[in-house]
């Protein structure tokens, strides 16, 4: 292996080529020190590549790297799909290539030098990514079936659900109780009341076995002598297309309430959940004896036919399904983020907690739901102000919640705030901006840091912007914009102490300033900043 050079991070050598990564050796996030295993995680992809890895060095999604290349000649390469876009300069028999690399990615990666390569494993600035990603998907899923709950609720009548708790998994087992309730009800009902199919089938029997025997079959017999004739044999079937659909739809309710077990928060919902479940199974084990089928094959598709269109008890059953697929029941097994797109996850949920917080400190009505996707391998929310979601106050103003929100038309230029989440009443807003980030300079944390963790300071000068540029359209401009504030998933250990905080003090001062949100901590700072926006409504 050769010499290192100073800054390189990782050398790969591959036959004739050689690969090297340069950049900073981060040893602590702002006031965190990480506590890793020695060396990064580099392994060779063949037995034609050789590494070279320096100690106590870890590769960031959004660090920018140097990326230095030496080959006898120009090679492709690649980290992942995305090809490294290389200028290459012949030096004697050697060609170099030298680029700026951000992996903006979590997880493990591949860089690949011709035939061979490395596996590298790619942090967060945010230690505890981990953690936090599990929380975050497990709260996005508890967000969207408990908002959906309530709205379904307010809007469906009559789905009241009697019991009002305060925390949005409870209020969603509550709707499903009593949608299971009803659905259980009309399932029996339109088993026990849907008539049988009359199947006609082309047999052959014996021609002595038939009463009567028609003058063609009786004349075949005569030529040919063969004792068995093709008839057509009618019997009833009780198992029609549209019980099979019933049988299916037990099925698929049972098996989703299993695979939601392990994901509830708490012993006594738990203990709801298992409860429906069992009663599932049991209806499902009674109607599945009838007609001797233990088990279906398949998800449940209403069925067109004419008899789900005019049977009374079918038509209920197919909208109690209905409901259940509109966010109460993901299609698919979770809603699944992918590990590279964490910031994105993180305002994605920063948006439905701050969804949920309006809505409890408001005492308001849900009367748009954000809209979720059900796409079983992501979850995606629209940006913009028709897909905005609507809170109805007892007052009758209402308040709005954006995601993404484009203020076009300025004086200056337009804004469109990077990932921002807009509260919206009246005449003021309260902007909000979700960074999954800390800030990595040593000279900011020495000045703005204190012994804490920050955002990056970039994002408070962010905010500056939205506060001053967003204004109304005609003279005089006047602001729209109330406070602009950076949410950020500040360590629970710097919590206590955040009320102290210069960044904390500035949101009163200037309007400008950052909140703490971590997920599965504490949302008191910004449940204050909801509680006075509403505050100012009334």
């Given amino acids: 292996m050769a010499m290192r050079h100073s800054g390189e991070l ?5 036959h004739d080529a050689v690969l090297v990564i340069l950049g900073p050796l981060v040893s602590t996030i702002g006031a965190v020190s990480i506590d890793l295993k020695s060396g990064a995680d580099v392994y060779p992809l063949d037995a034609h590549s050789a590494i070279d890895v320096v100690e106590n060095a870890f590769l960031f999604d959004d660090v920018t790297y140097t990326i230095q290349i030496s080959a006898p000649q120009a090679v492709e390469v690649t980290q992942g799909n995305r090809l490294l876009d290389l200028s290459w300069i012949r030096h004697h028999t050697q060609y170099l290539a030298t680029t700026s690399w951000q992996f903006h990615q979590v997880g493990w990666t591949e860089i690949r030098l011709g035939m061979g390569g490395i596996r590298l494993k790619i942090r967060s600035r945010k230690m505890d990514y981990e953690t936090d990603y599990q929380i975050m998907v497990r709260d996005l899923e508890n967000q969207v079936r408990g908002l959906t709950a309530k709205l379904l609720s307010a809007v469906l009548n009559p789905m009241q659900v009697t019991e009002q708790p305060f925390e949005l998994w409870s209020y969603w087992i509550a709707l499903l109780e009593q949608i299971w309730k009803d659905l259980a009800r009309d399932v029996d009902f339109a088993w026990r009341t849907l008539p049988p199919h009359l199947n006609a089938e082309m047999k052959g029997v014996f021609i002595e076995r038939q009463r009567h025997v028609d003058t063609y079959s009786l004349r075949r017999y005569i030529e040919r002598g063969h004792p068995r004739i093709v008839t057509s044999v009618r019997q009833w079937d009780a198992l029609t297309p549209e019980r099979f659909y019933l049988l299916q739809l037990l099925q698929h309710v049972h098996r989703r309430l299993q695979r939601l077990f392990d994901k509830v928060p708490d012993v006594t919902q738990n203990r709801r959940l298992t409860s429906i479940a069992q009663e599932v199974a049991r209806l499902l084990h009674t109607l599945g004896k009838d007609v001797g089928q233990e088990r279906i094959i398949g998800e449940p598709r209403i069925p067109a036919s004419p008899m789900a269109e005019s049977h009374p008890a079918l038509r209920r059953v197919v909208h109690w399904h209905r409901l259940l697929r509109m966010g109460l029941f993901p299609d698919g097994e979770s809603y699944l983020v992918g590990p590279k ?11 439905l907690t701050i969804v949920r917080l309006v809505l409890e400190e408001s005492g308001g009505e849900l009367k748009v739901s954000p809209v979720a996707s059900v796409d079983p391998v992501d979850i995606f929310l629209p940006s913009g102000q028709e897909h905005a979601a609507e809170i109805r106050l007892l007052n009758g103003q209402t308040i709005r919640v954006l995601y993404e929100r484009q203020f076009q038309g300025l004086p200056t230029v337009t804004q469109q705030p990077d990932h921002v ?9 309260v902007v909000f901006d979700s960074k999954y980030r800390f800030e990595l300079d040593d000279r900011a944390l020495e000045n703005y840091g204190k012994g804490s963790p920050i955002p990056p300071v970039a994002t408070i000068n962010g905010m500056h912007q939205y506060h001053d540029a967003i204004v109304m359209r005609n003279a005089p401009h006047r602001r729209l914009v109330d406070r602009a504030i ?24 200037v309007g400008v300033g950052a909140l ?5 901590g504490e949302d008191v700072f910004l449940r204050q900043q909801i509680r006075r926006y509403v505050a100012g409504l009334e």
Avoid: N
Wanted: include cysteine.
């Fill in 341 to 351: 797109d964490i910031s994105k996850l993180y305002e994605y949920w920063c948006y």
């Fill in 486 to 509: 950076v949410l950020f998933p500040l360590p629970a250990q710097y919590v206590h102490m955040w009320h102290t905080h210069r960044f904390y003090r500035s949101i009163d001062a």
């Fill in 516 to 520: 703490p949100l971590l997920p599965g």
């Fill in 10 to 14: 990782v050398r790969v050598e591959v």
């Fill in 421 to 429: 989440v807009q509260l919206q009443g009246l005449d003021s807003l």
